[in-house]
């Protein structure tokens, strides 16, 4: 049963998380990613469910160890992200997260692009409910913003794979590339998914509004099911090494100047995406281990951030870098956390970034891209510039803030669930054998050797020198209370303004337009209703007479074709 | 000869033998006994010989024992076992159902006679079925409309009186025309058996004589089915008889005379005669059509909703005859698929109003406001009903509009298709005011005093509503031998 369907328990955990309530609904929570796991270690690579639809042959599962490692992970996350929503009781909270998760896992197991189609879609609109649950203002408007582009992005996917079909009569979900018919199409849907630059406005837009338990869910499923999608069907396609560059470096700059903390992990979140996207763009081998491990990697300790920023907020309801400060004296523990997540963002060997970034960054300059891997370097350092000092020093370092004297440790089972992040990131960076014998390809690669370790270090230590003398000499933006124009200011204020001023100038046509269609549908249906209406002449009870008339006319039209 | 091997013959005497045992009881509650007994009975044998047709073959029985051509012989094909499931089924239904409906509708010493006649329209109904001579189809078909004459004019409502006696000069034409149809072709062939008459008819089927006849047979067995335009009796009919007599008429009668139809014009004269010789097809497209469209206007705009569904019956016999018209395999076998389906919706829709009609009397589209919360159960049933009537998947009726537009556009006839689907936008209007009415209106002040209907009325209809959500999902029976029984009819003979 679970080899035929590997996301059968999130979505009948979902079910359940529906209908049941308090201690009994968080053991179907945590259940459902246990049993899930437990189903993917069953799943045999190379087993398929195949049947027919309208001449299409789909696949809804498709096994191999690609589809796999994502399936481990995103039960991964979604137990973390489930530890860490304990304490919420909002049940529709609960369940969107598990179907969102559930969505995931389809989509990585998807075998065909119709399947996968579905599960994007799903993937849609149950990340929206988990937008919409912060039930403000904001988070509705930003909810719905997002939800039109996810939606887009999933009606170009299937705008493409019906090209793709019609074209090539298969929907097998393989190595798609841009030259194959709806190529272009499916590669947009993806990249909406997967935040390219300009087409990343949504990601910023509503991670940073979700509830801070949702937030956490978003930031593992939706980008790294596009990262997949793109492994799968774009690998080695060179125009992505491009794109992904340019996504590593952008969102630095953004990241350095926003002052609200999970919108700064956003922004960091789509430059770690870059390192992907260029991996998947080199194709090699080692390019695409270090892409897929890093998608792993990234889901741990982007959560772990996520969910340090989450509990402050839990604490304090302040997310601005320049309200908070000082917490770390009431959230030591939290802090600590917060900083082992930042050392993993940032790369420091012993921790999980490291591992994975380093083979991406390797694969960069042994492919011969100098200036990318120059810009994957300078990306790194941003790293750790914002997302490994700047987080950690301004939400619990830096001045003491109003908020430090009412903090405390957040609940429990938020400590937990980051702990497990923790220990995951230090394990992955400390034996990273466990997670290679999980990737696609057998590269034998080491990130422990001298120069990899050495670089990395330098790298560090004058990034953390340039913070300092920075800060010290005041030439450090200051934090300040702000809102930052990105590409979502284009469709959020220029789009609406062009649209209401056009509009403005055509409605006398329109209205004239209208009242003259308006108008000619009321004389049609009174037309209509003056025949057929209850007292029309084809409604009324007719006199017996003119019955038989019709027959008799009946078969005297009969008679005459048939001795014609 | 055991008692299994009279089957084909069982399955018409016993309704007809219980009719006169109706009368003598002369009480309700015994003519219901022996009314459910029969039907449920007769249910029994026609799903048995269905089972036996799909397994060894046509039946043939010869009555009294004479061979044919000489003695009357009974033919039972799969078609025919189909149409015979069809109508035993929605009879043993509607007879569970009848019991509280005529209670309430017809005064106490009527009722007795009421299922005295609703079990010889029955028997008439299985006899054309079942019968292999043209002559009995005749006398079948006016044991059937006479009993419902009578038991149309027994409905509570004035008008029922003088609808049954409109039906009653209609019906009696057709039935006119048929006989002069059949007597043309004896005078012709010699012959009444329908096997005999297929074989000797194309011999002299260039004489103007057998053209009259067919003719004839066709506008009569039309007037019959309600064609359009020959459908003016068939509102009132339906509209005023008794709730349980509208739902067995309207699943049944109309869909014993589609069968009808098929028998003759395949069966007797052959699909080369009547489709290719005669333009015989051209005048179906064109009246089918004509009827969809003109037919489901009105509903929309009719406002008793007993006459609402009277002529979306009219519209889906044009969806049936134009299946026939298409001339080809998909388009016959949708046809036949959608005398099946659409016995299945209109009983539960007709079955669902009677409910209603039993708790609030006249059932208009203003009466029912509200009434979703006070039934929800009949209501819930009405919108399933609706929603096959439109054919929405996975409802049964989706499953013959699907193959309908398969079989036009396979002939490339789009603008058919397109004109289908109209057609079922138009199902969309009126089964949304019903909806509309029923959940968004307000209610009216008496409304609060509903209740829901009882349990022996539910079961019915619900069993008719599962069977359409069933049918449009597990098509494998329904469509199954639906090819399978135009597979047979259209390779000749039958």
Known sequence: MLDAWPALPLFLGALLAAVTRGQLRATVMIAAPLLGAYGVFQLEPGTTTQFELLGYALTPVRVDSLSILFGYLFHLAALIGVVYALHVKDPLQDVAALAYAGSAVGAVFAGDLLTLFVYWELLAVTSAILVFARRTELALSAGMRYLVIQVGSGVLLLAGAILYAVNTGSLAFDHIGLDAPGGWLIFLAFGIKSAFPMLHGWLTDAYPEATPTGTVFLSAFTTKVAIYSLARGFAGTELLVYIGALMTCFPIFYAVIENDLRRVLAYSLINQLGFMVVGIGIGTELALNGAVAHAFNDVIFKGLLMMSMGAVLHVTGEMRGSELGGLYKKMPRTTILCMVGAASISAFPLFSGFVSKSMVVSAAIQEGHPIVWLMLLFASAGVFHHAGIKIPFFAFFAHESKHVANAHEPPTNMLIAMTMAAVLCIGVGSFPGLLYGLLPYDTGYSPYDVSHVLAQLQLLAFSALAFTWLKLAHIYPPELKSVNLDAEWLYRRVLPEAVRRLLAKLAPFDRALRQLGKSMVQRALLGLARHHGEYGVLAQTWPTGSMVTWVAALLGLSLLLYYL | ??????????????????????????????????????????????????????????????????????????????????????????????????????????????????????????????????????????VFLEISSLASYAVISMGRDRRALSAAFQYLVMGTIGATFIL????????????????????????????????????????????????????????????????????????????????????????VFGAEFSLNKMPFDLILMVLGLAGILSASLVAVFQEDVKRMLAYSSVAQIGYMVLGISLASNTGVSAAILHVFNHALMKGALFLAVGALAYRIGAVTVSSIAGLGRRMPWTVAALVVGGLSLIGVPPTAGFVSKWYLVLGTLEQDLWPVAL???????????????????????????????????????????????????YFGVNTQVSVGVARQATDLLMGGGG
């Open chain 2, 180 to 267: 002069i149809g059949i007597g043309l072709l004896y005078m012709m062939t010699g012959t009444l058996n329908m096997l005999d008459l297929a074989a000797r008819l194309p011999e002299v089927a260039d004489t103007r004589t057998v053209r009259a006849g067919f003719a004839f047979l066709t506008v009569g067995i039309g007037l019959k089915l309600a064609l359009f335009p020959l459908h003016l009796w068939l509102p009132n009919a339906y509209a005023y008889a008794p709730s349980a007599v509208t739902a067995f008429l309207s699943a049944t009668a109309t869909k014993v005379a589609v069968y009808a139809l098929l028998r003759f014009m395949f069966g």
């Open chain 2, 1 to 138: 000869m055991d008692l299994l091997d009279h089957l084909p013959v069982l399955v018409v005497i016993m309704p007809l033998m219980s009719a006169p045992l109706c009368v003598l009881f002369d009480r309700a509650r015994p003519a219901w006994l022996v009314s459910m007994s029969a039907s449920w009975l007769s249910f029994a044998a026609a799903v048995y010989l269905l089972i036996q047709v799909s397994r060894d073959g046509t039946i043939s029985y010869r009555l009294g024992g004479w061979a044919p051509p000489w003695g009357i012989e009974y033919r039972i094909d799969l078609l025919g076992a189909y149409v015979l499931l069809i109508v035993t089924a929605i009879a043993a239904l509607v007879m569970v159902f009848a019991r509280r409906s005529l209670e309430k509708e017809i005064p106490a010493d009527r009722i007795a006679r009421v299922y005295a006649a609703l079990l010889l329209v029955f028997a008439g109904l299985t006899g054309i079925t079942a019968t292999g001579d043209a002559f009995n189809v005749f």
């Open chain 2, 419 to 469: 004109l289908v689907l109209i057609g079922s936008l138009l199902a969309l209007a009126y089964v949304w005011k019903l909806v509309e009415a029923a959940y968004f209106a307000e209610p009216a002040a008496d409304a609060a005093a509903v209740r829901e209907a009882p349990l022996s009325m539910l079961i019915p209809v619900w069993a008719l509503v599962i069977a359409n959500l």
